[in-house]
């Protein structure tokens, strides 16, 4: 395999550089080249934070290149639409509908955009869009801070990653806290079953 | 990131550092591959002042060091890193010292004149820079400070090289008796890649000091002829950059177009020619001072054109030019002087590079970025942005509430480095003017001389011990009327919760004397110094306006932990929080959103409401609501 990029994208202490280093891990476990690149630093939280995983015995580039995502995981839609030009036709969209409205928003009392402009514009770039109710399957795993696991969870279960099922599991076992580790890989089955059942959505 | 911080920070288990399995892979980030390269190169001693993007060298380190037999420490700036680790080196003990790229303005008097007395134990200077200021208020190009200073400069492209480069560092600073610039960038250190151990070398703790005042007192007698010595190290060093392994041609290519690159452009370059289909020579340089001069003009001579890619300035494409004159006069050199092919500005990417290429050979590239672009714009227009923000919670809100509140936004208010910079953003806007750390205290002074105008600078606890005791001795000292308001959150907040001087623990989490912020104020010769809390905002806002009508320098701290530790502490100690509520008394009049903009505050349904996973309970919102609409209750 010459390349394959995943741009995850949200907010701040949503649990993405948590998500890119257990796909990193993932790829490095099964011998694979990767490259995991995170922006740290000026915001703790509430930022729009995005992070790039590039797997392939290509990589050299730590980031993505415009238009060559295979698969964008939107944490949040507005921070989804945001990298949309890292998306083709060929990507696959797979997005937490879970809203976290920027400040901006509050103050100049606009309105957060419809699910409905939001799909229509990521359909502009690709028709692969999987709509995923995280915070819901996180709650129900024990733990909101687990979303991440189940979005992880639930790109597995899409058939579309270059890593195995087990590897990924593997990594979220060594990667998190032994007292966290239960609620996460209940999220990441939680994730996993919600992609699975719905076989309509696989790519 | 630090093992003492697990259950906030859910980040790796950094033991995987200490493993002794030579060949192991390892997925890390660059600045963990750097501590890796530490524990390789048996280095003894890590000084380090914490910024982004080099903070996690420092505190991977800090969470294996009592592990590894090392001894590390949060210096209180950078200079002082470096002139601890200068005393370290010259009795024999390797060291290392890891900083930001401005940090190494701040070590600079020190490390110019530690070139001339050079180190007896391997002494390795890490610059990370930031291309695209993600994190950093300028984006200077350190490798200028190579050749400023005259000391040999390293540069990798990749977390391995990270590694690799922190252990040659060490022998090539023994061998020139030197210290070794390791000059890292943004993208190298917060990439994570596939890094295979070496072996470890046990460190060695405990060296000698040996008098000789000829080589180390650097007065104007021993100093000019050390600078000879300087200068000769010098060009022992250009010898070995002509053979080192890191200076090395990757491909040949057809002999038309040669490619030189060092750090990270040399990965945009890669993959920009294999996108453009070129069949290219690229030299990639990892020892980028001194310069492979003869490597790169037999490398001239082989090529029709020669195009210099780099991020940030010219520095490599000034000296292949230099280089050229001597070697291959007519060559042709595309880069960014005179006519740019590539940004001067901002990092590179392979989208610039792949641009820049094929203006220069005419190709076509695959992906037409111009429909990307009009399509892109046309989707995001009108998003709203989301700028970083003070976390809900966050007792700077507070503070800046309070003055704002007490001032009316009539005084002037010079701002520092750190999580309050943040403050200068509506509806807070305390922020008028930044430069460096330790300067808001200084600035507010000319600023006041000059105009008559109230001052109120703001500074953190931990820059407040970097840079700002100068200012406010000068303060004193010239009896300029400022008021220095001190948001002391007990931590080093936005680069990852280091301790500092105020916070009574070190770097290998052993306790330490407090060093108190007002006592520091009071011995500087402030006679009104008050420690307040900025959640008091009565109290607060008393004390402030006293400050302020005082006529003479002025120092306020608002003292209140971080909420991000606050709250990991809490969920630790399994203590609930109960989020704040929004009662009937509400009017919509929206003056907590215009006033606090906490994050946490949103609207919902036409209704001002709280986030409950986002609600900290600090109270702020509760208390200052002009219909008392928002209840907090315990927590």
Known sequence: MDEFNIVLAGVGGQGILLASEILGTAAVKEGLNVRVSEIHGMAQRGGAVVSNVRIGDKVLAPTVLEGKADVLLGFEPLETLRNLKFASEKTLVLMNDETVPPTELMRTMKKYPSLNEITEKIHRFTRKLIVVKAADLALKAGNILTRNAALIGALAATGNLPVKVESLEEALRELVPAKYLEVNLKAFKLGFEAVGENKSSRF | ?635
């Open chain 2, 1 to 635: 990131m630090r093992l003492s911080n697990e259950g906030e920070n859910p980040l790796p288990n950094l033991r995987v550092l200490l493993s002794d399995e030579p060949r192991k892979r390892v997925l890390l980030l660059g600045n963990e591959a750097i501590a890796r390269g530490i524990l390789e190169a048996g280095i003894g001693v890590v000084t380090t002042y914490p910024g982004t993007p080099a903070s996690e060298i420092g505190d991977s380190v800090s969470a294996i060091a009592e592990e590894a037999g090392l001894y590390m420490e949060y210096s209180t700036n950078e200079m002082v890193a470096v002139e601890v680790a200068a005393g370290v080196v010259n009795c024999g003990v390797r060291a290392l010292t890891a900083m930001k790229h401005v940090g190494l303005n701040v070590a600079a008097d020190a490390v110019m004149t530690l070139a001339y007395i050079g180190v007896r134990g391997g002494y390795v200077i890490v610059t990370a820079d930031d291309p695209q200021c993600y994190s950093s208020q300028n984006e200077q190009d350190n490798r200028f400070y190579a050749l400023l200073s005259n000391l040999p400069c390293l540069e990798p492209s990749t977390p391995q090289e990270a590694k690799d480069m922190t252990v040659s560092a060490v022998e090539l600073s023994e061998e020139l008796g030197l210290p070794v610039l390791l000059r890292t960038t943004t993208r190298v250190n917060h990439t994570r890649g596939p890094v295979v151990y070496g072996n470890l070398t046990k460190p060695k703790l405990k060296g000698e000091f040996v008098r000789e005042p000829s080589r180390l007192v650097m007065v104007p007698a021993n100093a000019r002829p050390m600078h000879v010595k300087l200068l000769e190290k010098a060009e022992k060093a250009e010898e070995i950059s002509e053979k080192s392994p890191y200076n090395t041609v990757v491909c040949k290519g057809n002999g038309e177009l040669g490619i030189i690159c060092s750090g990270s452009a040399y990965n945009y370059a890669a993959e920009a020619t294999s996108l453009l289909g070129l069949d290219v020579g690229i030299l990639k340089l990892g020892m980028t001072h001194p310069l492979p001069e003869r490597m790169i003009g037999e490398f001239l001579k082989a090529y029709k054109k020669i195009v210099v890619v780099e991020e940030l300035e010219p520095y490599l494409e000034m000296n292949v030019k230099a280089i050229a004159k001597d070697y291959a006069p007519t060559v042709e050199i595309y880069g960014k002087m005179r006519r740019s092919y590539f940004p001067r500005k901002g990092e590179l990417s392979t989208r610039a590079v792949v641009t820049g290429l094929a203006e220069i050979t005419g190709k076509k590239p695959p992906i037409d970025f111009g429909e990307i672009d009009s399509k892109y714009a046309e989707a995001v227009k009108d998003l709203p942005s989301r700028p970083p923000i003070l976390c809900p919670g966050c007792p700077h809100r507070a503070s800046f509430y309070v003055i704002r509140k007490v001032t009316g936004g009539k005084a002037v208010y010079p701002t520092d480095i750190g999580c309050y910079a943040l403050g200068f953003a509506p509806p807070l806007s305390i922020g008028d003017i930044l430069i460096c750390m330790g300067s808001s205290v200084s600035t507010a002074q000319g600023i006041n001389k000059a105009t008559g105008v109230d001052t109120v600078a703001v500074v953190g606890d931990s820059t407040f011990f970097h840079a700002a005791i100068p200012g406010l001795v000068n303060a004193v000292y010239n009896n300029h009327k400022v008021t220095l308001a001190v948001l002391d959150n007990l931590t080093t907040a936005m680069t990852g919760h280091q301790p500092h001087p105020g916070t009574g623990t070190t770097g290998m989490h052993t306790t330490a004397t407090k060093v108190l912020i007002e006592k520091v104020a009071e011995g500087c010769g402030v006679k009104y110094v008050r420690v307040v809390n900025p959640f008091n905002i009565d109290e607060a806002s008393r004390v402030l306006k006293e400050a302020v009508q005082y006529p003479g320098p002025s120092v306020v701290v608002f003292r209140a932990p971080c909420t991000l530790m606050l709250m990991s502490e809490k969920r630790r100690k399994g203590i609930k929080t109960v989020p704040c509520r929004v009662t009937d008394r509400c009017t919509n009049c929206m003056a907590c959103i215009k006033l606090l903009g906490c994050p946490a505050i949103i609207i919902k349904d036409g209704k001002v409401s709280i986030d409950e996973t986002l609600c900290t309970a600090c109270g702020l919102c509760a208390s200052i609501c002009p219909y008392k609409a928002i209840e907090c209750g315990g927590s």
